[in-house]
T-cell receptor, first 112, second 112 residues
């Protein structure tokens, strides 16, 4: 089955700096890659997603890049703010249903 | 429109007992997936139901089972509870395939 690795497990940045989180996946059949943000005590919420026919997608301060050949995808957050502090999860799906394989999460802390 | 609703929010059970958790998806969504979230293992996929049929299954023992009703509401059952089953159980509903999976607030299960 699919295996998703995520790095780093913790990331601390200064407000205004950029943050990058990287994930690799193993199943070449995976074609949908969402990123979720989970604040303490809250549900995971989608922040951005990308499909395998797209190499990059951007939404304001957030961008995701996908390299299908290398089987890795990355989340980029620019101009970080304290409210960006949360746990971020990458995930991969082979399509054919609502089945996500998640990475182990990255605790992002944005310091003032 | 109303989001994904999970009941109950909190549950304390004794080892050996069984438990049933409920998930009401967003209106019109026919796919419901269940995930177990623990600090050590992260978010792990349990199973997915679509139109009352199990469409995907994760690597959990047979003590974990589920079902879906004609109104798309889903239930998850865990029999013969073990201490290691203590976790946050999240369900997610999805409309069209490979689109955003919306998570419920989760049910926090504690096994003592």
């Amino acid at each position: 089955g699919e295996n998703v690795e995520q790095h780093p497990s913790t990331l601390s940045v200064q407000e205004g700096d950029s943050a990058v989180i990287k994930c690799t996946y193993s199943d070449s059949a995976s074609n949908y890659f969402p990123w979720y943000k989970q604040e303490l005590g809250k549900r995971p919420q989608l922040i951005i997603d990308i499909r395998s026919n797209v190499g990059e997608k951007k939404d304001q301060r957030i961008a995701v890049t996908l390299n299908k050949t290398a089987k890795h995808f990355s989340l980029h957050i620019t101009e970080t703010q304290p409210e960006d502090s949360a746990v971020y999860f990458c995930a991969a799906s082979p399509g054919g249903g609502n089945k996500l394989t998640f990475g182990t999460g990255t605790q992002l802390k944005v310091e003032l | 429109k109303a989001g994904v609703t999970q009941t109950p929010r909190y549950l304390i059970k004794t080892r050996g007992q069984q438990v049933t958790l409920s998930c009401s998806p967003i209106s019109g969504h026919r796919s419901v997936s269940w995930y177990q979230q623990t600090p050590g293992q992260g978010l792990q996929f349990l199973f997915e139901y679509f139109s009352e049929t199990q469409r995907n299954k994760g690597n959990f023992p047979g003590r974990f089972s589920g079902r879906q009703f004609s109104n798309s509401r889903s239930e998850m059952n865990v029999s013969t509870l073990e201490l290691g089953d203590s976790a946050l159980y999240l369900c997610a509903s999805m409309g069209a395939e490979d689109t955003e999976a919306f998570f419920g607030q989760g049910t926090r299960l504690t096994v003592v």
